[in-house]
């Protein structure tokens, strides 16, 4: 993961409720959900929150599957291709007649400086 300075959009810093990391600049952990400031300018940055990219779907065993184990696995590349970080996000069990709820989704907010650094 690339490290950015301290005030540059990209900056990041430790959620103190859950201990992600998350963006210097929010205002509420995307995480745990938990306010962690209050924020003056939350309506502007919500009017310039978009959500350009969301995924959903569901994968079921029905009663007669063998139980299967799952590994969610998340990887970031930049534009040559080439990867910038590469997680598992979590893993897991579908037994039979189970079923489970994948969703991923990418906000994205304007920070209004043209040709600032990138993260
Ligand atoms: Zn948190």
């Given amino acids: 993961m690339t ?17 992600a990391t998350i963006l210097e600049s929010s205002a509420r952990c995307p995480q745990c959900l938990k306010h962690l400031r209050v924020d003056p300018d939350a309506a502007s940055r919500a009017a310039s929150t978009q959500v350009p990219f969301k995924v959903e779907g569901t994968i079921k065993r029905t009663a ?16 040559r291709g080439q990867e910038v970080s ?16 994948f969703a991923l989704s ?7 400086r043209a040709g600032a650094a990138r993260g």
């Fill in 64 to 79: 007669g599957d063998d139980p299967a184990e799952y590994a969610i696995v998340l990887v970031l590349r930049d534009e």
């Fill in 86 to 101: 590469r997680q598992v996000m979590g893993v897991g069990a579908l037994l039979p007649g189970t079923e489970r709820t």
């Fill in 106 to 112: 990418v906000e994205l907010t304007s920070t209004g």
């Fill in 3 to 19: 490290v950015v300075r301290k005030g540059l959009p990209g900056a990041t810093r430790t959620c103190p409720h859950c201990r």
